[in-house]
Every structure is written in structure tokens, then in C-alpha cells.
């Protein structure tokens, strides 16, 4: 199984940055993606950024010149910069990996979402 522990979240006003973390344990043969997606009460979940094995990153293109995702490999980490932000960024950010186990199975994990708040 993964683990993912994730960390970072908080209030913030317009025009700040927060930088999220998202750290992936367990049987962890290889991360083939680990990304970002968040979510909004009463809307549906909405993908942020992803890296994927090889290093292609990939963003919402609203997010595309403000927020930046990077992975500490060695660690099984993923941090998210996310600055200028914006109110219409107040969401529940979840962690996603997708990830070969040992045993050889294939498994997508979420982590438990982390509050951002960015007020006017």
C-alpha cells in the first residue's frame, strides 16, 4: 500500500504563495505520476499539476505561470510553489500518486487534502 502525508495548506492573502508537500511511503516499487489535484464544495475535483516518469510536467492552464511542482525523487516528495495566489484557488488540495507496488500491482492513492484559503 502508499501512504501519502501531505502538508503545507493555510490562509493566505490574494497576491501570496504557499508551497505544499506531499510525501509517499509504503511498498513503493516506482511513482509513475504524482500530481495535484483540488476541489471545491459543491463542484467536482479539478486537476492541477502532475509529473510523470520521465519528468514531463503537465498543468491546469490557470495555474500554468503561478504555480510550479517539483519531485525530491530520492525522498518520494512532491512539493507545489504556488504563488500570486488567487481567491479562485481556495480549494481542497489532494496529493495523487500512481505507483507500481513491489508485489507488481498497480495502485492510485490520494492523500487526506490539505486546506488553501487565499482571501481578498
Known amino acids: 500500500q502508499v501512504q501519502l502525508v501531505e502538508s503545507g495548506g493555510g490562509l493566505v492573502q490574494a497576491g501570496g504563495s504557499l508551497r505544499l508537500s506531499c510525501e509517499a511511503s509504503g511498498n513503493i516499487d516506482r511513482i509513475n505520476v504524482m500530481g495535484w489535484y483540488r476541489q471545491v464544495p459543491g463542484k467536482q475535483r479539478e486537476f492541477v499539476a502532475r509529473e510523470m516518469r520521465g519528468g514531463g510536467i503537465e498543468y491546469r492552464d490557470s495555474v500554468k505561470v503561478r504555480f510550479s511542482l517539483s519531485r525530491d525523487t530520492a525522498k518520494n516528495t512532491a512539493y507545489l510553489q504556488m504563488n500570486d495566489l488567487k481567491p479562485e484557488d481556495t480549494a481542497v488540495y489532494s496529493c495523487?500518486?500512481?505507483?507500481?507496488?513491489?508485489?507488481?500491482?498497480?495502485?492510485?492513492?490520494w492523500g487526506q487534502g490539505t486546506q488553501v484559503t487565499v482571501s481578498l
Open positions: 495523487n500518486v500512481q505507483a507500481r507496488l513491489l508485489d507488481g500491482w498497480e495502485r492510485t492513492s
